[in-house]
């Protein structure tokens, strides 16, 4: 079956540490991927995607297809990167597909 | 551009009664997406609407819940006859043209059956 899976539910670093935030996914073909987040007392809202190869606020994902991965990278964490982080490919021409979601907690 | 919007925030019901969702998209939106998210799990698809249409409804349990986008007015997800397991948040979520151009989300119905 096509999944995403997210491996940590919590991921807790300091301030200043470099930060890894896993997603795989199982879809065949070339899916496109997507890296939500979801600050507390906030609307889910997108963080980037994999096609345009942006970095936002620090973070970069790079899609492995050897790995299937799309790991969320950011060499310094903040406090303020604080939240919710979801992966999501996209599954065919309909609808994005979320993974469970990894908590992040940077501690001062 | 007042974004996505969903009213109610918080919805309580009885068990046995109807709960009544509502989602009016982004201007421009004619896409809609409803995602269910339940304690300590991650959002889970539901149904995807464009106007008049429902284009994908995979994600949606086979009795009690329905979905419209209807040509005027704001998209309703509708559970018929609720049960406590139907508690949980519901996010709505609209694009102008489809995934590919990314969802904007609204900030969810938070429905509690007692």
């Known amino acids: 079956a096509q999944r995403v899976t997210q491996p940590e539910k919590l991921l807790s670093v300091f301030k200043g540490a470099p930060v890894e935030l896993k997603c795989n996914y199982s879809?065949?073909?070339?899916?496109?991927l997507f890296w939500y987040v979801q600050y507390s007392r906030q609307r889910l809202q997108l963080l980037l995607r994999?096609?345009s190869r942006e970095s936002i606020k620090g973070f970069t994902a790079d899609l492995n297809k050897g790995e299937t991965s799309f790991h969320l990278k950011k060499p310094f964490a903040q406090e303020e990167d604080s939240a919710m982080y979801y992966c999501?490919?996209?599954?065919?021409?309909?609808?994005?597909?979320f993974g469970a979601g990894t908590r992040l907690a940077v501690h001062p | 551009n007042a974004g996505v919007m969903q009213n109610p925030r918080h919805l309580v019901r009885r068990r046995g009664q109807e709960a009544r969702l509502r989602c009016s998209p982004m201007?421009?939106?004619?896409?809609v997406y409803w995602y269910r998210q339940l304690p300590e799990e991650g959002l889970k698809f539901m149904v995807y609407?464009?106007?008049?249409?429902?284009?994908?409804e995979s994600g949606m349990p086979k009795e009690r819940f329905s979905a419209e986008f209807p040509k005027e007015g704001p998209s309703i997800l509708r559970i018929q006859q609720v049960v406590r397991g139907d508690s949980a948040a519901y996010f709505c979520?609209?694009?102008?043209?489809?995934?590919?151009?990314?969802?904007?989300f609204g900030s969810g119905t938070r429905l509690t059956v007692v």
């Open positions: 979520a609209s694009s102008p043209q489809g995934p590919e151009s990314g969802y904007t």
């Open positions: 879809y065949s073909g070339s899916p496109e």
């Open positions: 994999h096609i």
């Open positions: 999501a490919p996209k599954r065919g021409y309909n609808k994005l597909i």
């Open positions: 201007k421009g939106h004619s896409h």
């Open positions: 609407l464009q106007k008049e249409n429902i284009i994908d």
